[in-house]
């Protein structure tokens, strides 16, 4: 399933890149139940690329069809990603810690200026292998990850209006 997810912010890009990599923002965010409670693995600034392994854990709610074939609490993933400074994109890669023969997720996010700030705007490919229920895990994660987005946009418009 494609899914594209936008994000606005009313900072420049710059910051809002920055506020991604930050490992104090994540730290920040760990605490956030609805926004998966994020554990940063790993992170390695170059200067011109920045790569990232973060943990998250899927807060959205599955219907019961769903949760006869997967365990809410055993939907968590590794997110890889490698930020390249000069085009402000961003590759990533989902990497389920269970379910990873039947869960697979890849992307590419990409900032931009708009007026009055910066869009995110990520592009992916989520495919569920479940016999009968694909589609409906399909839907509900990425219904999940628009509810993540909007509350993580909000977050981290905080965060970035904190720093004044």
């Known amino acids: 399933m494609r899914f594209t997810i936008e994000q606005r912010f009313a900072a420049p890009l710059d910051a809002v890149e920055a ?3 930050d490992p104090a923002m994540l730290a920040a965010m760990a605490a956030r139940h609805e926004l998966g409670r994020p554990v940063l693995l ?5 200067g011109s690329s920045v790569s990232q392994q973060v943990r998250y854990a899927f807060t959205g709610h599955l219907s019961p ?3 006869r074939v997967l365990d809410p609490h055993r939907l968590t993933w590794v997110e890889d990603s490698e930020l390249d400074r000069a085009t402000h994109r961003t590759d990533l890669t989902i990497h389920p810690d269970h379910y990873a023969d039947r869960l697979s997720c890849s992307g590419t996010i990409a900032l931009d200026p708009v007026a009055g700030g910066t869009r995110r705007t990520a592009d992916g490919d989520l495919t569920v292998r479940f016999p009968l229920v694909a589609s409906k895990v399909e839907r509900a994660i990425v219904a999940g990850m628009h509810d993540h987005a909007g509350v993580e ?3 981290v418009q905080a965060w970035l209006d904190s720093l004044g």
């Open 19 to 21: 506020a991604f990599v």
């Open 42 to 46: 790993a992170h390695v600034d170059r």
């Open 65 to 67: 069809a769903v949760t």
């Open 153 to 155: 946009a909000r977050f």
